[in-house]
């Protein structure tokens, strides 16, 4: 299938021809036509979220994939669930680190936001210092009992076998264990992202691909110091996308490779002809590089179909849903990049 994005890019590149091979790792790829496509991918994708932030009534862009299929954005701190998150959950509340803490771990095991609200709702606060698993495991139990749905289909966080009987009792109990065995502390002294991130590898059924994510999540804080250029964990859906990008000789240097591609994105960028100004200035990060391969992976299952990664999947299961409501973009302050105040501050 040849898209709008691959038409107009064969007219600016007449002549010009693929992506010469690259170095990362000490390895020599050859990067596929998936390669270039991440990157208009990006350049389109980006478009698509400014103009839903300056408003009117859409389509955001004429490539049919982008039209029919949900792509989450190329920043993953402008995602809605994410905002929800960084306005209404961190910085919203008691500022003590416990608290955050507690509180962003919480809203990331279920990933949803009307669980987040129904806690809210039925248990006033949601804090750590007046936490009662009776009280959160009755209106939890309530709620998948009259068939609400808790938890994202975004990514699965398996239960951990912590005693208790249903999914949502068993995560509770993971929380509690974490914070009394000092997660909060241990999570805010250690020197680097890394070390972070291995703080918590260490409590049961958090693997490498969800350590990474809550990680990142808790690093939005205003406590927490890193870089998120410091670290990066490929997760399967990136592994896919850097496979169909680069073939079986990326194996085992994913991390580097989603390094290179955050280094050196100006360049791709200027290469193509594309704008990408960023986030408000703000280059893409490794977490967003790592996320726009997990993108790209489902892109290229329309747009390339020919070209195979990992999975072996061939379709896009989420369709485009325009949504009417306002879409926020507030930002952890540190980054700068806000300039009206705090939502509900």
Known sequence: ??????????????????????????????????????????????????????????????????????????????DRVSQDLIGGVIYRGEQAWEEVFFRTLLFKIFNKTSTWRLLNAELGE?????????????????AFAAGQRLYSAAYIVP??????????????????????????????????????????????AIGPFLAYQFVIDLNYAAEMPFSEMAFVVPGPGARDGIRKCFGPAADGIEADIIRYMADTQDEH???????????????????????????????ARVAHPD??????????????????????????PKWQLNSPPSPGH
Not at 133 to 138: C, E, Q, T
Not at 170 to 188: C, K, Q, Y
Not at 270 to 299: M, S
């Open 1 to 78: 299938m040849v898209t709008v994005l691959q038409e107009r890019a064969e007219q600016r590149d007449l002549g010009r021809g693929p992506a010469e091979k690259i170095r990362v790792a000490g390895r020599t790829l050859t990067p596929t036509p998936v390669f270039d496509t991440y990157w208009r991918f990006a350049a389109a994708r980006q478009k698509v979220y400014e103009a839903r932030l300056a408003g009117g009534a859409g389509p955001f862009t004429d490539d049919p994939i982008l039209q029919r299929y949900r792509f989450t954005n190329c920043f993953r701190a402008a």
């Open 126 to 142: 949601v804090r750590w210092d007046t936490y009662d698993y009776r009280a959160f495991d009755r209106v939890l139990s309530q």
């Open 159 to 204: 239960p951990p076998q912590l005693g208790q009987q249903r999914k949502h009792q068993n995560h509770l109990r993971l929380l509690e264990m974490m914070m009394t065995a000092d997660a909060p502390h241990r999570v805010l002294s250690a020197p680097t992202l890394q070390g972070a991130y291995q703080v918590l590898l260490g409590f049961p």
């Open 269 to 299: 960028f200027v290469r193509l002809g594309l704008a990408f100004t960023g986030l408000r200035g703000r280059p893409l990060q490794l977490i967003d590089c790592q996320n726009l391969f997990c993108e790209v992976d489902k892109y």
């Open 307 to 332: 070209i195979a990664g990992i999975s072996g999947r061939s379709r896009i299961k989420q369709t485009y849903r325009q949504q009417t409501d306002a879409m926020p973009a507030w930002f952890p």
